[in-house]
């Protein structure tokens, strides 16, 4: 595990250039995904961005780190090469909800984004009404889709499994 201090995308370009597959794994529920755009503005080969949110994960560096609600501002930026945003702990909140729709919106060549339940998790061994939740009945996803893609002219295809 590492933890991300985000920085300015210039001072990354130089080393992050040539990512074509970034993941990042059990990024806390109630964090603002905006800040993860300093990524996609470094690297600019990115096709494909893997992102896991988990609600219950436990804090194994409480000591160490406070969970900060880091506010990152996204600029005008467009992204020409990701073709694939893959989201694990997809829950239908706002907050995920104008993150994805920011993500279509900065990335040109966008042409497929997966959205996808949480795994199973080994700590807190059950769905509690706090972790995330995924919508599971066919009228809930279609619906979904459509708020993502309203007003985009891009040819996007959302699955959601």
């Known amino acids: 595990m590492i933890w991300i201090q985000p920085e300015d995308p210039k001072q990354l370009t130089r080393i992050f250039s040539s990512l074509r597959d970034v993941y990042i794994y059990n990024v ?19 096709k494909n961005f893997y992102l896991s949110r988990h609600s219950c994960e436990p804090n194994k560096f409480e000591d160490i780190a406070k969970k900060t609600d880091l506010v990152w501002e996204t600029s005008s930026f467009k992204h020409l090469n990701l073709k694939l945003l893959f989201m694990k702990g997809f829950s239908e909140d706002e907050k995920v909800m104008n993150y994805i729709r920011l993500v279509m919106k ?55 499994g």
């Open 28 to 46: 806390f529920a109630e964090c603002d995904l905006n800040w993860t755009f300093f990524i996609l503005k470094a690297a600019p080969s990115l």
């Open 106 to 160: 900065r990335s040109m060549g966008l042409k497929r984004i997966e959205l996808h339940d949480k795994d199973p998790c080994e700590e807190c061994k059950a769905i509690s009404p706090e972790c995330l939740r995924f919508p599971v009945d066919e009228s809930s996803k279609r619906r979904i889709k459509e708020q993502l893609t309203y007003g985009f002219s891009l040819d996007v295809e959302i699955i959601m």
